[in-house]
């Protein structure tokens, strides 16, 4: 999109795919970034000294920085008309309406476009692509292609006693057309990527090319022209050396090999099971297995070999190596960083410091199952690792001194000396909160709360939920707004007194 800054996650398909010999012309209609922008890239990679090799092997923090932010130009003047075509081919149906009417619509909308013989050209050349099939010629170590199938299948839930619905994800080489097949538990990235992960770890190795359908899980946003990649799935291509090629929408002939291939597993993989019971998605993957390794060695049609002897004999040995290391998936997350020099992650509701001259300033937060990065206009400002402890705050010291009053202002003492306005067990509430916290302006949104709540509930029940506090030795703001709104102001509870009658016994009575 133009006036938008490309992600390095596109960048480096870019950089992949020149790499790997694409024309440009292919880069461009596989990514989805306009001529221009790509040919500014090229000319970034040809001028920064490196050599395609050395800049494939940079992450992309290195290649934000070899990179200068430009803004993107405007769309070509092509691009402008391909735009138009689907809605000149339905005004042309219009009585009257002809190609020489809404060129001149055209030429008021663009002045500077296309003259009259080249937009009638541009469109014969649009017409003719239209519903025409193609052979495709698929070399080995190509491309994989991938995708869910339409139906389901399903496994029972003992603990449940149900049924639970799992999907069918398959992908099938180009060359040989060894195909795989694995059942996960849904078509959320993170089992878009396992399938991915486990077919490539079966193959033995990784294409260069995978053509994907527009999942969401692996295309963010379905265009014709702009594409755009899910950033967790460009990042899965980037560390298997991949060029990511979404199919058009609609288009199933852009992948007719695994669309083939799902509607004969439909035969050889759901017939056979389709009686059996299967209790666990590991128990239902392992006879899906044995029943891919049937399919595979089948000899093809009219042939006397099967998709695994030319797997083994012509295609393995162009696959590209797998990387030593196991990918990991990355998630995304923007934050403004607090007035506590925090961040939260609010997956985990935990606290990550960063240096306090970021306070206000909006930053990226890329965090893995084990380590958070946070970076600011591509720079990494801070790296923790990974807590999933809630409301729990993860601190490096450099980060907030307390020496320094940049929390607008406050300070422990206003807190106390607040506390101590109403009462000195809030006062000393309020003193055993902050001291349990390694940095006093950890505590000051606890403090703030508290402050909130006896705006809202009254000072009479924060005394009580303090002095609650301090029997249990409870310092926290959660549980001062439980005891305040659960009217839970005594820990002791009250013993009620039985009314004195004649027809009480007294102990006399049990000796």
Same mark, same amino acid.
């Given at each position: 999109?133009?006036?938008?800054?490309?992600?390095?996650?596109?960048?480096?398909?870019?950089?992949?795919?020149?790499?790997?010999?694409?024309?440009?012309?292919?880069?461009?209609?596989?990514?989805?970034?306009?001529?221009?922008?790509?040919?500014?890239?090229?000319?970034?990679?040809?001028?920064?000294?490196?050599?395609?090799?050395?800049?494939?092997?940079?992450?992309?923090?290195?290649?934000?920085?070899?990179?200068?932010? %430009? /803004? !993107? &130009? @405007?769309?070509?003047?092509? =691009?402008?008309?391909?735009?138009?075509?689907?809605?000149?081919?339905?005004?042309?149906?219009?009585?009257?309406?002809?190609?020489?009417?809404?060129?001149?619509?055209?030429?008021?909308?663009?002045?500077?476009?296309?003259?009259?013989?080249?937009?009638?050209?541009?469109?014969?050349?649009?017409?003719?692509?239209?519903?025409?099939?193609?052979?495709?010629?698929?070399?080995?170590?190509?491309?994989?292609?991938?995708?869910?199938?339409?139906?389901?299948?399903?496994?029972?839930?003992?603990?449940?006693?149900?049924?639970?619905?799992?999907?069918?994800?398959?992908?099938?080489?180009?060359?040989?057309?060894?195909?795989?097949?694995?059942?996960?538990?849904? %078509? /959320? !990235? &993170? @089992?878009?990527?396992?399938? =991915?992960?486990?077919?490539?770890?079966?193959?033995?190795?990784?294409?260069?090319?995978?053509?994907?359908?527009?999942?969401?899980?692996?295309?963010?946003?379905?265009?014709?022209?702009?594409?755009?990649?899910?950033?967790?799935?460009?990042?899965?291509?980037?560390?298997?050396?991949?060029?990511?090629?979404?199919?058009?929408?609609?288009?199933?002939?852009?992948?007719?090999?695994?669309?083939?291939?799902?509607?004969?597993?439909?035969?050889?993989?759901?017939?056979?099971?389709?009686?059996?019971?299967?209790?666990?998605?590991?128990?239902?993957?392992?006879?899906?297995?044995?029943?891919?390794?049937?399919?595979?060695?089948?000899?093809?049609?009219?042939?006397?070999? !099967?998709?695994?002897?030319?797997?083994?004999?012509?295609?393995?040995?162009?696959?590209?190596?797998?990387?030593?290391?196991?990918?990991?998936?990355?998630?995304?997350?923007?934050?403004?960083?607090?007035?506590?020099?925090?961040?939260?992650?609010?997956?985990?509701?935990?606290?990550?410091?960063?240096?306090?001259?970021?306070?206000?300033?909006?930053?990226?937060?890329?965090?893995?199952?084990?380590?958070?990065?946070?970076?600011?206009?591509?720079?990494?400002?801070?790296?923790?690792?990974?807590?999933?402890?809630?409301?729990?705050?993860?601190?490096?010291?450099?980060?907030?001194?307390?020496?320094?009053?940049?929390?607008?202002?406050?300070?422990?003492?206003?807190?106390?000396?607040?506390?101590?306005?109403? !009462?000195?067990?809030?006062?000393?509430?309020?003193?055993?909160?902050?001291?349990?916290?390694?940095?006093?302006?950890?505590?000051?949104?606890?403090?703030?709360?508290?402050?909130?709540?006896?705006?809202?509930?009254?000072?009479?029940?924060?005394?009580?939920?303090?002095?609650?506090?301090?029997?249990?030795?409870?310092?926290?703001?959660?549980?001062?707004?439980?005891?305040?709104?659960?009217?839970?102001?005594?820990?002791?509870?009250?013993?009620?007194?039985?009314?004195?009658?004649?027809?009480?016994?007294?102990?006399?009575?049990?000796?």
């Amino acid at each position: 999109m133009a006036g938008k800054t490309k992600p390095m996650s596109t960048v480096k398909q870019i950089l992949l795919q020149l790499f790997q010999g694409q024309s440009r012309k292919s880069i461009v209609r596989s990514t989805g970034v306009s001529k221009n922008t790509v040919r500014h890239y090229i000319q970034v990679f040809q001028g920064s000294g490196h050599t395609l090799e050395e800049l494939v092997k940079m992450d992309e923090t290195e290649l934000e920085c070899l990179i200068q932010k %430009q /803004s !993107s &130009a @405007d769309k070509a003047h092509i =691009n402008d008309l391909e735009a138009l075509f689907p809605w000149i081919k339905e005004e042309l149906k219009r009585t009257g309406v002809n190609r020489f009417v809404l060129w001149g619509e055209y030429r008021r909308r663009y002045p500077d476009g296309y003259s009259y013989s080249q937009f009638c050209w541009h469109y014969q050349q649009w017409s003719k692509q239209q519903n025409v099939s193609m052979i495709m010629e698929h070399l080995p170590g190509d491309k994989i292609f991938v995708d869910f199938a339409g139906k389901k299948l399903h496994y029972h839930d003992l603990e449940t006693n149900q049924n639970i619905d799992v999907e069918f994800f398959a992908g099938v080489l180009g060359y040989s057309q060894l195909a795989f097949a694995f059942a996960v538990s849904s %078509q /959320s !990235s &993170a @089992d878009f990527l396992l399938g =991915n992960r486990r077919m490539l770890d079966y193959f033995g190795g990784s294409t260069k090319a995978i053509v994907v359908d527009n999942l969401k899980s692996g295309v963010t946003k379905a265009n014709r022209y702009e594409p755009e990649v899910a950033q967790s799935f460009g990042d899965f291509c980037n560390h298997y050396k991949m060029a990511v090629l979404p199919a058009r929408v609609a288009k199933p002939k852009d992948k007719p090999l695994v669309e083939g291939l799902i509607r004969i597993l439909y035969s050889r993989i759901y017939a056979p099971l389709r009686d059996k019971t299967f209790y666990s998605l590991n128990e239902m993957n392992t006879a899906i297995a044995e029943l891919l390794e049937l399919h595979n060695n089948t000899p093809l049609s009219n042939r006397t070999v !099967s998709r695994r002897q030319i797997f083994e004999e012509q295609e393995k040995s162009f696959l590209q190596p797998l990387p030593i290391t196991v990918f990991e998936l990355k998630c995304y997350r923007q934050a403004t960083v607090q007035s506590n020099s925090h961040v939260l992650l609010g997956e985990d509701k935990h606290y990550y410091s960063v240096p306090m001259r970021y306070i206000g300033r909006k930053v990226s937060v890329i965090y893995t199952a084990d380590d958070v990065n946070i970076f600011f206009e591509g720079q990494r400002i801070a790296y923790h690792k990974r807590s999933r402890m809630g409301h729990k705050y993860t601190t490096i010291p450099d980060h907030v001194p307390s020496s320094h009053n940049y929390m607008l202002g406050l300070n422990p003492d206003q807190f106390i000396q607040w506390g101590k306005s109403i !009462s000195d067990e809030v006062s000393l509430y309020i003193e055993k909160l902050i001291g349990s916290k390694t940095h006093p302006e950890q505590a000051y949104k606890s403090c703030q709360g508290i402050q909130s709540l006896a705006r809202k509930l009254g000072k009479d029940k924060l005394i009580g939920a303090c002095r609650t506090g301090h029997e249990l030795k409870v310092y926290n703001y959660m549980f001062i707004k439980n005891v305040m709104e659960n009217k839970q102001n005594s820990v002791t509870p009250v013993m009620p007194t039985l009314p004195f009658h004649e027809n009480i016994r007294g102990p006399q009575q049990y000796q």
